[in-house]
């Protein structure tokens, strides 16, 4: 074992003559190995352009043929990840939320909210009618975001509080980097200045729930408009009245409104939430709802999606709850709903199959039903409001559904991303051994393979967003969304619809593949901590840690080789290099 002078374990070799590119060693069946060793210094009298080209376009073809193996293993989309270990069998209670858990919407939803918001804005608030002419951008803006509400800026932050360059937007206008770095002394967010355990601060605000890609928008369109015709405006004026006219959307019931008239444009996968639902029910498990949404809405679109008996499925029905104060405020009493709707008035001593409830807390959901621990799993799509609480203070295990998993995952198993990838991982790799070399000639090619790495991550990170890439990863490290995610769900999934699917554990097989030419290929991850006798026809590639939470999460794509050579097995809290980020 070696490491380069960056301190990262890489493959090591058997004896042989000293090189600046490592040692290409060959073993009794002729089979080659890469080995990406440290380098010595120049050999006097050396072409080092010429040298270093030939190993570029070696280890680039190398790259080409042995990539395959990435391609034929995809993810499958509907795949749950686990953050921590969680035993389904121990599990005897399935708590659910209802807006994007039960009841996942279309895109069209959210240009609806945009609209509705901006007439709010415009007739409410006396905004500027020529404001109409921002659309909402269905491609601009992802979830995780924060925003600086003094300074009017949009941007994404890395899990370690730094500002990803290349991401902070003015308006609609992207800001050079050299001025961020100006008006922040740097790229790194002091924790004062961050968000709050429930994503509001004093400065930034982060956007977690998935309601909020019109506010994004709006924020960011009205802000455009402000800039380009020279009107002075208080920046946290115009950042409270976009959030108050979205919240009237929301609060007013404008929004449900919308859904309930053509439920069949809005909500998506109805039929999958019922079997799973039924099929719960089937194997004896207990099912709850905990909604802030109104009975009146809750029932038209469990009507449609379920049916007329939905309430035979669920052993206690919660609305109007009022997260994330359900979860921590023990004043506020159950309410009983009567057949009509209205609210009855006696006291609730407990928690009745086909009744439905009202606000309440969860210190009495708690005491009335018995239901604690370890033995309840609980899913939601707001990550503080839906989940942060019942991990921290009460010791439920949680789900997080992220719809834009789906999406994530089918980019990161198309071919342009994966050859993307592939060679910037490969080119990094490169660049990491080659970088004690610092006579001129190898610096100018250093150089150029450099610029070479920018441009592959622009390229990775587009095929994601334009705009911020990923909602995942930044170029280097996890995002603050992810950390948050990977601190407050045991799971994550993109759809409630998870028993149809496996759940992606430590244990599970990366992957080996056999090429045309017989050789056989294992992929493994510059921070594996050991390689093992690797004998007979292998080779090993160097891949990226490729899965959407990258910081010691248990499913990452990352792998040990077996002591025989046989087969790979997943390396749980292994990373990937942060040398090869890609968006």
């Known amino acids: 074992m070696a490491r380069t002078a960056l301190g990262r374990r890489v493959l090591c070799g058997q004896a042989g003559i000293p090189s600046p590119f490592g040692r290409l060693l060959s073993d009794e069946t002729g089979t080659f190995r890469e080995c990406f060793g440290q380098p010595t210094e120049p050999v006097a009298g050396t072409d080092m352009k010429d040298l270093l080209w030939k190993r570029y376009k070696h280890v680039k073809a190398l790259a080409a043929e042995t990539w395959t193996i990435r391609k034929s293993l995809p993810i499958s989309p509907s795949a749950v990840f686990a953050n921590n270990e969680v035993c389904l069998g121990d599990v005897a209670v399935y708590g659910f939320d209802y807006d994007y858990t039960l009841a996942l919407y279309s895109s069209e939803l959210h240009a609806t909210i945009y609209s509705s918001a901006m007439d709010v804005l415009l007739e409410k608030y006396k905004y500027p009618k020529e404001l109409r002419q921002y659309e909402y951008r269905q491609d601009f803006a992802i979830r995780g975001l924060h925003y600086d509400v003094h300074k009017s800026l949009l941007m994404k932050i890395d899990a370690f509080h730094y500002i990803e360059p290349g991401t902070?937007?003015?308006?609609?206008?992207?800001?050079?980097?050299?001025?961020?770095?100006?008006?922040?002394?740097?790229?790194?967010?002091?924790?004062?200045?961050?968000?709050?355990?429930?994503?509001?601060?004093?400065?930034?605000?982060?956007?977690?729930?998935?309601?909020?890609?019109?506010?994004?928008?709006?924020?960011?369109?009205?802000?455009?408009?402000?800039?380009?015709?020279?009107?002075?405006?208080?920046?946290?004026?115009?950042?409270?009245d976009v959030s108050d006219a979205v919240r009237d959307v929301h609060v007013k019931g404008l929004i449900y409104n919308i859904i309930a008239k053509d439920m069949g444009r809005y909500i998506q996968h109805g039929k999958e939430t019922k079997a799973v639902l039924t099929r719960l029910v089937d194997h004896k498990k207990k099912l709850f709802l905990i909604t802030n949404s109104p009975y009146s809405f809750v029932d038209k679109g469990m009507n449609y999606m379920v049916g007329p008996d939905w309430h035979d499925l669920f052993d206690v029905i919660i609305v109007k709850a009022d997260k994330p104060d359900f979860f921590n405020d023990r004043r506020r009493p159950f309410r009983r709903l009567a057949d009509q709707g209205g609210m009855l008035w006696d006291r609730i001593t407990s928690l009745r199959k086909g009744e439905v409830y009202k606000q309440g807390n969860l210190y009495e959901f708690l005491r009335l039903t018995g239901w604690t621990g370890s033995t309840v799993l609980y899913f939601g799509?707001?990550?503080?409001?839906?989940?942060?609480?019942?991990?921290?203070?009460?010791?439920?295990?949680?789900?997080?559904?992220?719809?834009?998993?789906?999406?994530?995952?089918?980019?990161?198993?198309?071919?342009?991303?994966?050859?993307?990838?592939?060679?910037?991982?490969?080119?990094?790799?490169?660049?990491?051994?080659?970088?004690?070399?610092?006579?001129?000639?190898?610096?100018?090619?250093?150089?150029?393979?450099?610029?070479?790495?920018?441009?592959?991550?622009?390229?990775?990170?587009?095929?994601?967003?334009?705009?911020?890439?990923?909602?995942?990863?930044?170029?280097?490290?996890?995002?603050?969304?992810?950390?948050?995610?990977?601190?407050?769900?045991?799971?994550?999934?993109?759809?409630?619809?998870?028993?149809?699917?496996?759940?992606?554990?430590?244990?599970?097989?990366?992957?080996?593949?056999?090429?045309?030419?017989?050789?056989?290929?294992?992929?493994?991850?510059?921070?594996?901590?050991?390689?093992?006798?690797?004998?007979?026809?292998?080779?090993?590639?160097?891949?990226?840690?490729?899965?959407?939470?990258?910081?010691?999460?248990?499913?990452?794509?990352?792998?040990?080789?077996?002591?025989?050579?046989?087969?790979?097995?997943?390396?749980?809290?292994?990373?990937?290099?942060?040398?090869?980020?890609?968006?």
């Open 168 to 240: 902070v937007h003015r308006g609609l206008s992207l800001v050079p980097h050299e001025e961020v770095q100006e008006l922040y002394e740097g790229t790194h967010v002091p924790l004062e200045q961050m968000s709050d355990f429930y994503g509001k601060g004093s400065v930034m605000k982060q956007f977690m729930d998935i309601f909020s890609l019109p506010e994004m928008t709006l924020l960011s369109s009205v802000n455009d408009y402000f800039i380009r015709h020279n009107i002075d405006y208080d920046p946290v004026h115009l950042y409270k």
């Open 381 to 583: 799509d707001h990550i503080y409001s839906d989940l942060a609480d019942l991990t921290l203070r009460h010791g439920w295990r949680t789900g997080a559904i992220i719809p834009e998993l789906a999406d994530e995952i089918n980019t990161m198993n198309s071919e342009s991303f994966v050859n993307t990838l592939a060679w910037l991982q490969t080119l990094t790799a490169l660049l990491e051994t080659s970088q004690v070399l610092q006579d001129a000639d190898s610096l100018e090619v250093l150089k150029e393979w450099k610029q070479e790495r920018h441009e592959l991550r622009l390229a990775a990170k587009i095929q994601f967003n334009p705009f911020f890439g990923s909602l995942f990863r930044t170029a280097h490290n996890p995002t603050y969304f992810s950390r948050r995610l990977a601190r407050f769900a045991d799971i994550y999934t993109a759809s409630e619809s998870f028993q149809a699917t496996r759940i992606i554990i430590p244990k599970d097989v990366a992957g080996s593949k056999t090429l045309s030419n017989g050789r056989r290929i294992i992929a493994i991850d510059r921070a594996s901590s050991e390689i093992c006798r690797l004998k007979k026809k292998i080779i090993i590639i160097i891949v990226a840690d490729t899965m959407p939470v990258g910081n010691n999460s248990a499913h990452q794509w990352v792998a040990r080789a077996s002591g025989r050579g046989s087969a790979a097995r997943a390396t749980p809290g292994a990373k990937a290099s942060r040398g090869a980020g890609w968006n």
